[in-house]
């Protein structure tokens, strides 16, 4: 019951795009992306509530697609500091997602 | 207050003794989670409340683990005779709704030696 996410690990240079997908078997109502840096809390990045909902924060930006059980988070023009393993999380919020972790190097 | 506290950062505990970890969540929030994170990429969910009520504890291996969220108390997540595969962070997170995005701890790291 717990989302997969893909890729498992991604390594970027500064400036340069990655996409984090989240796959689920269950049916998903909502979708919450969290990252997590080393040592840290998971910090709340931002939450999908509807089927086809695209939601921007500066330069982090995320879809939903209902029918396909599927979110993808979208990173654009990495900075250093976007380094850290995200996870998704299913709309009842008890199963998060197996994590990816994205280091971005200068 | 603004943030979730959790209490204490760490706890050393010898193998089969009695863990017991606190929580306050945000003020009102009325829902709060228990996560443990033994892997870097794996959190497992064991227990949620809605108030001082059990919302769903499905993930709780209930022969060793108790929790309690009582009026006007932390929250407590309790281990009794602790193993080795214990050993992990506890995670609290407290939420307005049952579907609402989370506010984490800082966690309390547990090692069973």
């Known amino acids: 019951q717990q989302p997969v996410q893909s890729p498992q690990a991604v390594i970027l240079r500064e400036g340069e795009d990655a996409v984090i997908n989240c796959s689920s078997s269950?049916?998903?109502?909502?979708v919450h992306w969290y990252r997590q840096k080393h040592g840290e809390a998971p910090v709340f990045l931002m939450i999908?509530?509807?089927?086809?909902e695209q939601k921007g924060h500066e330069k982090i930006s995320a879809s939903f697609n209902e029918k396909k059980q599927q979110s993808s988070l979208y990173l654009t023009a990495s900075q250093l500091s976007y380094s850290g393993t995200y996870f998704c999380?299913?709309?009842?919020?008890?199963?998060f997602g197996t994590g990816t972790s994205l280091t971005v190097i200068p | 207050g603004e943030e979730v506290a959790q209490t204490p950062k760490h706890l050393v505990r010898g193998e089969g003794q009695k863990a017991k970890l606190y929580c306050a969540p945000i003020?009102?929030?009325?829902?709060v989670f228990w996560y443990q994170q033994v892997l870097k990429n794996e959190f497992k969910f064991l227990i949620s409340?809605?108030?001082?009520?059990?919302?769903?504890e499905t993930g709780m291996p209930k022969e060793r683990f108790s929790a309690k969220c009582l009026p006007n108390s932390p929250c407590s997540l309790e281990i009794q005779a602790t193993k080795l595969e214990d050993s992990a962070v506890y995670f609290c997170?407290?939420?307005?709704?049952?579907?609402?995005?989370?506010?984490f701890g800082a966690g309390t790291r547990l090692s069973v030696l």
């Open positions: 999380g299913t709309g009842d919020q008890f199963y």
């Open positions: 003020k009102g929030h009325s829902y």
């Open positions: 269950k049916a998903l109502y909502s």
């Open positions: 999908l509530l509807k089927g086809g």
């Open positions: 997170a407290s939420s307005q709704r049952d579907r609402g995005f989370q506010y």
């Open positions: 409340f809605q108030n001082e009520n059990v919302f769903d």
